[in-house]
T-cell receptor, first 117, second 115 residues
């Protein structure tokens, strides 16, 4: 099946620094990638939809300037958490939709756990 | 707006017993529905999906779900629980909109399997 890989799996950073998380589709091209945030023992909340070559569409309440999303190629999207604060600590998950379309199945990455000290 | 509600945040079953995880949906049109499983500190894996074809959908790992329009339900079942089934399960509905592949997730149900 299709594989989506995230890197890094775990990251710890100091408050005020920026962290970049990569999401790659390894064996397919992804026109659209989605970034989710998951708080402990809670569901996934969609943060933004990222389309290759265009600006990301953010969900209401998500700060665009804080969570920078870049989808520069059909296999790579990045999420940069700028000036991170402890409240940004969370599990971030990306998913990707294949160019082949179909019934809307998304392939999920393994997630990236961010801890801001 | 499309939404799903998962009844029960935590379900415990004995090994070998029936697994039943409940999901009800709200949608103004026939929905696309999904069940995902998440193991600790991992992403989501698709178990099965309903896309308006057969109402009884079979998925991986012995799971299946039945779409019941009259009850607006899409409950997940497995005849015999295995220890490896212990995980978090999410029901999701695909959002409406041309070209939209966004999913709205339920709050999740944690399944514990007792030896």
């Amino acid at each position: 099946g299709a594989v989506v890989s995230q890197h890094p799996s775990w990251v710890i950073c100091k408050s005020g620094t920026s962290v970049k998380i990569e999401c790659r589709s390894l064996d397919f091209q992804a026109t659209t990638m989605f970034w989710y945030r998951q708080f402990p023992k809670q569901s996934l909340m969609l943060m933004a939809t990222s389309n290759e070559g265009s600006k990301a569409t953010y969900e209401q309440g998500v700060e665009k300037d804080k969570f920078l999303i870049n989808h520069a190629s059909l296999t790579l999207s990045t999420l940069t958490v700028t000036s991170a604060h402890p409240e940004d600590s969370s599990f971030y998950i990306c998913s990707a939709r294949s160019l082949a379309g179909g019934t809307g199945e998304l392939f999920f990455g393994e997630g990236s756990r961010l801890t801001v000290l | 707006a499309q939404s799903v509600t998962q009844l029960g945040s935590h379900v415990s079953v004995s090994e070998g017993a029936l697994v039943l995880l409940r999901c009800n949906y709200s949608s103004s049109v026939p929905p696309y529905l999904f069940w995902y499983v998440q193991y600790p500190n991992q992403g989501l894996q698709l178990l099965l999906k309903y896309t308006s074809a057969a109402t009884l959908v079979k998925g991986i790992n012995g799971f299946e779900a039945e779409f019941k329009k009259s009850e607006t339900s899409f409950h997940l079942t497995k005849p015999s629980a295995h220890m490896s089934d212990a995980a978090e399960y999410f029901c999701a509905v695909r959002r409406l909109g041309a070209g939209s592949y966004q999913l709205t997730f339920g709050k999740g149900t944690k399944l514990s399997v007792i030896p």
